[in-house]
């Protein structure tokens, strides 16, 4: 019987893995997509779009289409997601792997102030600068809400979600960002202060660099911490080795 991978995606790392995986004779790959991006791109392979209702209705799914492995490629701040997919494939009883991209690291010229959660992130600014722009995506916004002082320029693929900070511009724009773009958009809004998320994402890596240059703090927010009994692994390669597949 052909094995049956079911594959969380959203991330450029989920659709390689699909790419990969429906590559292989005899290997079935479904992605599923929370569908919070309105316009995903092409994905290889099934596609499915929505919840599932929790850990007990992925566990359910997972039975009753007789997946055999489950990989979760979320982005690296899809707690909820992570820890369902921990507890459903221990009910159901299949292998579970989390992929998860490395994260950012700073150099010694970077002036970097790690946050635990948003609402640190939050507790950091007024110290740090006036203008901030803020790229931690379209979620959790609120934390920010109180900072009447601070003006920011929030930038997000999708439009956020209120409640935001009065004093907001909003840019909607989509990665990869080339170091000659961040700078220009810095210096054009005057940004003093960079908020994001340690997503260790190249595609929107650039800002961190054009920050060095500048000589910008930049408050990033740390990763969740992974549920425990999870296999966790930083390329496709050790999705494939884990899943006993072959590294083309």
Known sequence: ???HVLLLGGTTEARLLADDLTARPGVRVTTSLAGRVSRP???AGEVRVGGFGG???LAAWLREHAVDAVVDATHPFAATITANVARAAAAAGVTAVVLRRPGWRP???DRWHWAASLDDAAELLPAL????LLTTGRLGLASFAHLTQLHFVVRSVEPPEPPMPPHTDLLLARGPFTEAHETALLREHRIDVIVTKDSGAEATAAK????RSLGLP????RRPALPDGVTAVSDLAGVLDLLG???A
């Open 129 to 132: 600068g006036r203008r901030v």
């Open 41 to 43: 791109g092409a994905l």
């Open 1 to 3: 019987m052909s094995p």
């Open 218 to 221: 930049v408050v990033v927010v």
């Open 208 to 211: 961190l660099s054009a920050a």
């Open 245 to 247: 597949l072959d590294v």
């Open 55 to 57: 850990a007990d209705g």
């Open 107 to 109: 150099g010694p010229r």
